[in-house]
């Protein structure tokens, strides 16, 4: 696939939304989900007409109705009724978005649409599959590098993704990719030491770490012949400041096992991704303003996803390259 250009973005998992309205925020903009007898909606979270978040009130009669004057607003936006207005309600209305829902989780995709939603490299029958919710103070660049970086995690991580000892690897890393994707391939690195890999890897082959618009930071583990692991993130700028994502952690079925397995994983992929948040923040708030990072020849996937976010074409497209680096 060389075009993965997409602009659905995941913003809530399909269980947190029930009969109450939910708010999600993208890219500084406010979006409220809800649900009526005709499916599923998205609108702008903000009344017209005082601009009080319309996700304060309920839903009635297939219609989001406002907390503050009770405009009512249906599925597709529009206006349906004022209270205490006797003329004929006049058209008004909120900006609707596209929405769709798929494998638990709620995507929307607000102003012009593109591709599909990303499900993962893992999903559907055969494949269990567990969701953690996290929120770290960062930006989406930073957040989706940290991911997708294989030199933090001897650092960051010892113990728990890398053994304790400083041995490493020689390891042959392919960067390639197209239209709103890039991805690194690392070849020849043994199974990793650390209690998650033991746990719940088998024999690992080779690692690929991708990125996709227009938030997704993924990781596949591959044994003999078949994709052990993976984590698919779904990332989201809320604000300025934040970065909330749904990291889905999935794996084959293997007549059950894979349950054990996942319930495993789950604390410890929550601990992982503490000390992700720990680091992060930390970095936020020691970056001064305006200050720019040294990159380097380690530092693969860094400039692709930069120019994936600007809606441009990254220079890894039209010359893919290699590197050894020891991990
Ligand atoms: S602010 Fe929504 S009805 Fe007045
Ligand atoms: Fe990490």
């Not at 017209?48 to 249906?74: K, M, N, Q, T």
């Not at 197209?178 to 209690?195: F, H, M, N, S």
């Amino acid at each position: 696939m060389t075009d993965r250009r997409s602009t659905w973005c995941a913003v809530a998992l399909s269980r947190k939304v029930g009969a109450k309205p939910h708010r999600v925020l993208l890219g500084g903009q406010p979006f409220v989900l809800f649900r009526s007898g005709d499916g599923l909606h998205c609108l702008t979270d903000r009344c017209p007409h005082r601009f009080a978040p319309l996700s304060l009130g309920r839903v009635i009669d297939g219609a989001i109705e406002c907390p503050y004057h009770g405009w009512r607003f249906d599925g597709g936006g529009h206006c349906r009724s004022m209270p205490g207005l006797l003329e004929q309600t006049p058209n008004i209305a909120v900006p609707a978005h596209a929405v769709r829902e798929q494998n638990g989780l709620i995507y929307i995709s607000p102003g012009r649409r593109r591709g599909e939603p990303y499900a993962g490299v893992l999903s559907g029958p055969g494949v269990v599959s567990r969701v953690v919710e996290n929120r770290v103070r960062s930006t989406l660049l930073d957040v989706a590098e940290n991911i997708l970086d294989a030199t933090h995690t001897h650092f960051t991580h010892g113990g728990l993704l890398r053994g304790l000892s400083s041995r490493r690897w020689k390891v042959r890393v392919s960067v390639t990719g197209g239209d709103g994707w890039v991805e690194a391939r690392y070849e020849g690195e043994p199974r990793q030491e650390g209690l998650i890999s033991r746990l719940l890897e088998g024999e690992r082959s080779i690692s690929v770490g991708r990125f996709i618009a227009p938030g997704i930071a993924e990781l596949e583990f591959w044994g003999r012949d078949r994709i052990n692991l993976s984590t698919t993130f779904h990332l989201r700028q809320e604000d300025d400041d934040h970065v909330r994502g749904f990291g889905v952690l999935a794996g084959p079925l293997q007549g059950g096992f894979g349950y054990i397995k996942a319930l495993l994983f789950r604390p410890l992929f929550t601990i992982a991704l503490r000390q992700d948040q720990r680091i992060l923040n930390a970095a936020r708030d020691n970056k001064p303003p305006g200050a720019l990072p040294v990159l380097n020849r380690l530092d693969v996937l860094r400039s692709g996803i930069e120019a994936i976010l600007r809606g441009e074409r990254p220079p890894v497209a039209d010359a893919p390259f290699e590197i050894t680096m020891e991990l």
